[in-house]
């Protein structure tokens, strides 16, 4: 009995961690009614906002594996991802954790593509610096590739914000690395106050550009 209320304890806690990103992600989707997921994976982050009025999604994951909430999904390359959509065919272009499992050359010419695909605005959530991550579960693409700064982004005219709180308590998978794990995990959400103004000094950062019309 004790366990399982720990354990349901711990999984609210993890989630109340992540209400800043959340909350900014909400902010920066405001207003716009089309949304691109590239590299979505089997459940988006969108599904716990408002979705937008249209969403789709794109991944090499079996459409019968992706969450619901998405209007229309394609199952494709990524990087190849001029061969599936047109130029300024989305509002709003949203890459979740992708960009690190990328090597950095590879990341700087896609970047490129998702700038002629959006319309609007680019959101881009990967973790500051490189953080060394293994394949796992069978999956080789969960492998970290490379690591992103906020001069990477600033120098492309990316407005950024730290996320998940002060970078040296959480390590791969953004696992909390102290004990006990609550007054850290706590902490990291106390210091989310501080990083978001201050991105060199969190764990992850959310790198937002807003393209001219």
Same mark, same amino acid.
């Given at each position: 009995?004790?366990? =399982?209320i720990k354990a349901k304890?711990?999984?609210?806690i993890?989630a109340?961690?992540d209400?800043?990103? #959340?909350?900014l992600?909400?902010k920066e989707?405001?207003?716009? @009614?089309?949304v691109?997921?590239v590299?979505?994976?089997?459940?988006?982050?969108?599904?716990?906002i408002?979705r937008?009025?249209h969403?789709?999604?794109i991944?090499l994951?079996?459409?019968?594996s992706?969450?619901? *909430?998405f209007?229309k !999904?394609k199952?494709?390359n *990524?990087l190849?991802i001029?061969?599936? #959509?047109?130029?300024k065919?989305?509002?709003v272009?949203?890459?979740f954790?992708?960009? $690190?499992?990328?090597? =950095?050359?590879e990341g700087?010419?896609f970047?490129?593509?998702l $700038?002629k695909i959006a319309?609007?605005?680019?959101i881009?959530?990967?973790?500051?610096g490189?953080?060394?991550?293994?394949?796992?579960?069978g999956?080789?693409?969960?492998e970290?590739?490379?690591?992103?700064f906020?001069? @990477?982004f600033?120098?492309r005219? !990316?407005?950024? !914000?730290?996320?998940?709180g002060?970078r040296?308590? =959480?390590?791969e998978?953004a696992?909390i690395?102290?004990?006990?794990?609550y007054?850290?995990l706590?902490?990291? #959400?106390?210091?989310?106050?501080i990083?978001i103004?201050?991105?060199?000094?969190?764990? $992850?950062?959310m790198a937002v550009?807003?393209?001219r =019309?």
């Open positions: 009995m004790i366990k =399982r304890l711990k999984k609210y993890n109340s961690s209400f800043g990103f #959340y909350r992600l909400k989707l405001e207003g716009y @009614d089309s691109l997921d590299g979505c994976g089997v459940s988006s982050p969108l599904s716990r408002d937008p009025s969403l789709e999604g991944d994951v079996p459409a019968k992706v969450n619901k *909430i209007d !999904y199952k494709g *990524i190849l001029e061969k599936h #959509y047109k130029n065919s989305f509002d272009v949203v890459l954790h992708v960009l $690190e499992h990328l090597k =950095r050359s700087k010419v970047l490129k593509k $700038e319309k609007k605005k680019i881009i959530c990967t973790p500051n490189f953080i060394p991550q293994d394949p796992h579960s999956n080789i693409y969960q970290h590739l490379s690591g992103w906020v001069k @990477d600033k120098t005219g !990316y407005k950024i !914000y730290g996320i998940r002060f040296f308590i =959480r390590g998978f696992a690395k102290y004990k006990p794990w007054f850290w706590f902490l990291s #959400y106390l210091s989310e106050y990083t103004y201050f991105p060199q000094l969190s764990f $992850e950062l550009k807003t393209l =019309r």
